[in-house]
């Protein structure tokens, strides 16, 4: 019996990549990455955001295209102080100084928050182990403005689905393992928290929604943060031109928002197959929309896929908050959002946000 043997391009190979669906794959060019222009990944001046609702209407028809393009955006004129995102970058370059065994008290062999040490990580199971470090929290009411002297209010179905995690702050209070490490990320965690609160109801406004359309279902919302080091390679060549510093992924959540430092590292795959560069932008945030608001707007909006390469001699920061719908916020049988109002039929059936984070984190782990 005759079998067909599927053609790559020339010029192209295959990457594999883990989804809620399985194990999927893209097209990708052979080429050396480029840096992309700004109308791949413009630079969104979001002053709007805090106007009156035509200057809000404004911003939101820019996030729009971007979210509809490329998945990506830069933003400036954000609202999160420099000073405060600094004070963050400092200490999460502190605590990755510190010696192994001092970072190691924040750890758990059950957990995936916490620190997670030098190439213990894997986003693609395809791909080399991530040559980084990372440390990693995940949100809890306490340390949210909106209810730290009020945390009598947060109800019981909220607090049994937060992960009992403890020991992630455990040694590392302002007289513990580093100085001032634990307030400097929770005061950067809390303005970026902020940020994406007042992004997600100018989401709302673009897909033509009331402004408080989301509100509900980011009450407690899915707001994981981590700080990633990836060092440097000083004098020495890269071994592998290969190795990842984070492999090609999409993210899971509503959006994810990203602060780099002044190393590139970042790259953005387009419609093409090409990989772009999205160097770091000073004052501004990069913005990437996720997977479960692709899904929820009919795959309208792009979860676009990246990853890290990190083959400078410098070391390397990076913070990103992967903003989502609260992790007690069961939507089953949630309807897609149709943005273009044409009617189209929808991409996947209606979903449960519970069930559709825990599948794909499923598949990631068993695709091998």
């Known amino acids: 019996m005759a079998t067909t043997t599927e053609t790559i391009p020339a010029g192209m190979k295959k990457?594999?990549?883990?989804?809620?669906?399985?194990?999927?794959?893209?097209?990708?060019?052979?080429?050396?990455?480029?840096?992309?222009?700004p109308d791949e990944i413009p630079?969104?001046?979001?002053?709007?955001?805090?106007?009156?609702?035509?200057?809000?209407?404004?911003?939101?028809r820019e996030i729009l295209h971007a979210a509809k393009t490329s998945g990506f955006f830069y933003i400036e004129n954000h609202g999160v102080p420099e000073d405060v995102t600094r004070a963050a970058h400092k200490k999460g370059l502190e605590f990755f100084k510190l010696p192994e065994e001092e970072k190691r008290k924040l750890t758990s062999n059950t957990s995936a928050y916490g620190y997670c040490g030098f190439r213990e990580?894997?986003?693609?199971?395809?791909?080399?182990?991530?040559?980084?470090?990372?440390?990693?929290?995940?949100?809890?009411?306490?340390?949210?403005p909106l209810y730290e002297n009020r945390l009598d209010q947060v109800p019981d179905h909220v607090r049994e689905h937060l992960p009992k995690e403890d020991f992630t702050?455990?040694?590392?209070?302002?007289?513990?393992?580093?100085?001032?490490?634990?307030?400097a990320l929770l005061s950067h965690w809390r303005a970026c928290l902020d940020l994406s609160r007042r992004l997600i109801r100018i989401i709302a406004l673009a897909l033509d929604l009331p402004e408080d359309h989301f509100d509900g279902a980011t009450t407690y919302p899915g707001g994981d943060f981590a700080v990633n080091f990836y060092p440097g390679h000083g004098d020495d060549p890269v071994e592998d031109p290969d190795e990842v510093g984070?492999?090609?992924?999409?993210?899971?959540?509503?959006?994810?928002?990203?602060?780099?430092?002044?190393?590139?590292?970042?790259?953005?795959?387009?419609?093409?197959?090409?990989?772009?560069?999205?160097?770091?932008?000073?004052?501004?945030?990069?913005?990437?929309?996720?997977?479960?608001l692709m899904r929820l707007t009919n795959d309208r909006l792009k979860s676009t896929v990246h990853r890290v390469l990190q083959h400078g001699r410098e070391d390397?920061?990076?913070?990103?908050?992967?903003?989502?719908?609260?992790?007690?916020?069961?939507?089953?049988?949630?309807?897609?959002?149709?943005?273009a109002n044409d009617g189209a039929d929808p991409v996947i059936p209606s979903f449960d946000c519970v069930f559709l984070i825990p599948k794909t984190c499923f598949q990631l782990n068993n695709d091998v």
């Open 15 to 37: 990457i594999y990549l883990g989804s809620y669906e399985g194990q999927t794959y893209r097209l990708v060019s052979t080429n050396p990455p480029r840096d992309c222009t």
């Open 43 to 60: 630079i969104i001046d979001l002053s709007g955001i805090y106007g009156d609702l035509d200057a809000r209407k404004a911003v939101a």
């Open 121 to 144: 990580i894997q986003a693609n199971v395809t791909e080399s182990k991530d040559r980084k470090e990372a440390f990693m929290f995940h949100y809890e009411p306490e340390f949210d």
């Open 169 to 183: 702050w455990t040694d590392s209070g302002d007289d513990a393992v580093l100085p001032g490490f634990k307030s």
């Open 246 to 292: 984070v492999g090609a992924h999409t993210d899971l959540q509503i959006m994810t928002l990203l602060w780099q430092d002044e190393h590139k590292g970042l790259q953005v795959l387009n419609s093409s197959g090409e990989w772009m560069w999205a160097p770091p932008v000073p004052g501004t945030f990069v913005v990437n929309i996720g997977d479960f």
């Open 316 to 339: 390397r920061i990076s913070m990103p908050l992967f903003f989502g719908k609260s992790v007690s916020c069961s939507l089953a049988g949630c309807e897609v959002i149709d943005p």
